[in-house]
């Protein structure tokens, strides 16, 4: 068996040099899941104080993203969005939004997961739940 070695440091590094406005952070990583933080900005808030529902699709988004690094066992940048469905659940109050991607699938072409998001520290009081799937790069061919 292969021993995991992708780092939180290195996903962070390497995406804030291909997205140096990101404000999601790489918590977690490991072969199965991925975890995600956000702190909240007014930019993210609707009138009342809630957070934004863009902004809890996005911090899912990005969730999925690293999971798909993991499943890869590589960052890499070119894995994109196929697919990605939300539900809100409750309000999203908080000051940090988290995002945990937890792998279903798998695949030569395509990572499915199930994300879980909640605000400051009440794991258990999700504010929203997503399912996505990325696409994979496809092997690069030789003579292309």
């Not at 809630?50 to 690293?66: H, K, N, R």
């Not at 409750?90 to 395509?110: E, F, H, T």
Request: hydrophobic residues 40%.
């Amino acid at each position: 068996m292969t021993e995991f070695s992708l780092t939180p440091e290195h996903v962070n590094e390497t995406i804030h040099q291909h997205w140096p406005a990101s404000i999601h952070e790489c918590v977690e990583v490991g072969p199965t899941h991925a975890l995600a933080r956000c702190l909240i900005d007014q930019d993210s808030l609707r009138p009342g104080g809630f957070v934004a529902g863009p902004s809890q699709f996005s911090i899912a988004d990005v969730a999925l993203w690293y999971l798909s690094f993991s499943a890869l066992g590589r960052v890499e940048p070119m894995t994109l969005t196929s697919e990605l469905s939300i539900r809100f659940l409750r309000p999203a109050q908080g000051r940090v939004m988290w995002a945990r991607a937890d792998l279903d699938k798998a695949g030569r072409s395509s990572v499915v997961g199930t994300v879980k998001i909640w605000m400051d520290d009440r794991p258990n009081r999700l504010v929203s739940t997503a399912q996505g799937t990325y696409a994979l790069p496809a092997p690069a061919r030789p003579g292309l």
